[in-house]
């Protein structure tokens, strides 16, 4: 059954079921599905906001017009990336049924391919996700910036987590080819979201007024 067949409880309740599937992979695609959801959503009530007549009345109208076209594209984008993960986290769970389930659907050299191809692909939409949120955090109205942040967070454990995977499942490859080729698109990933964790979660972890960590927590 689909992810989209599913309320959120009847979801987790399989996941924590005997079946084999859904499993790790589609919860980490939902987890970066969720971060998107968020983002789109501090989009959503910026624009909202930006809209009412009182609202920076004294503000450039070509400053304003320029922010709320990167908002609405944004919007569309984090859109389309939560769509793909949705989808990611469906073949997932089809890989998990073949591989586990009993039902095999291919060839065994096929099968690994796509269990390093899915959370790979599911790492590349997250990092999109997570840049996403660098941006809806800096330009979202403080009452829902904060969600923003909250949807990085959620896009940073989908990458992490699915790297994680790809690592473990890369060993099992014998086409050396094929492996070459997704160690190159892990080394992007991987550079494109250390850079942007430092966008995102520096602010969250530097201590207030420059002053020493360890005195915060009376050290």
Not at 41 to 46: E, L, R, W, Y
Request: glycine share 8%; net charge negative.
């Amino acid at each position: 059954m689909a992810s989209d067949e599913r309320t959120i409880d009847e979801y987790l309740a399989a996941i924590a079921s005997e079946q084999v599937a859904p499993a790790g992979g589609s919860a980490v695609a939902i987890a970066g599905a969720m971060g998107a959801a968020l983002c789109e959503m501090v989009c959503i009530h910026t624009l909202a906001a930006r809209d009412e007549p009182d609202r920076d009345p004294d503000a450039n109208a070509a400053t304003r017009a320029d922010g709320e076209a990167t908002l609405r594209e944004l919007r569309t984008d984090l859109e389309r990336e939560r769509h793909r993960l949705l989808a990611l986290a469906d073949g997932d769970a089809e890989l998990v049924e073949d591989l586990f389930g009993g039902g095999a659907n291919g060839s065994t050299a096929r099968l690994r391919k796509r269990a390093t191809g899915i959370p790979l692909a599911i790492a590349e939409a997250s990092v999109t996700v997570l840049d996403g949120a660098t941006i809806a955090s800096e330009r979202g109205r403080p009452g829902v910036a904060a969600d923003a942040t909250t949807g990085a967070y959620l896009a940073d454990a989908a990458i992490r987590a699915s790297l994680a995977t790809v690592r473990t499942n890369l060993e099992t490859l014998s086409d050396d080819e094929f492996a070459a080729d997704v160690a190159e698109r892990m080394a992007t990933i991987e550079a494109a979201a250390a850079a942007l964790r430092t966008e995102a979660f520096d602010a969250d972890f530097a201590p207030p007024n420059g002053s020493d960590p360890a005195e915060q927590d009376g050290r």
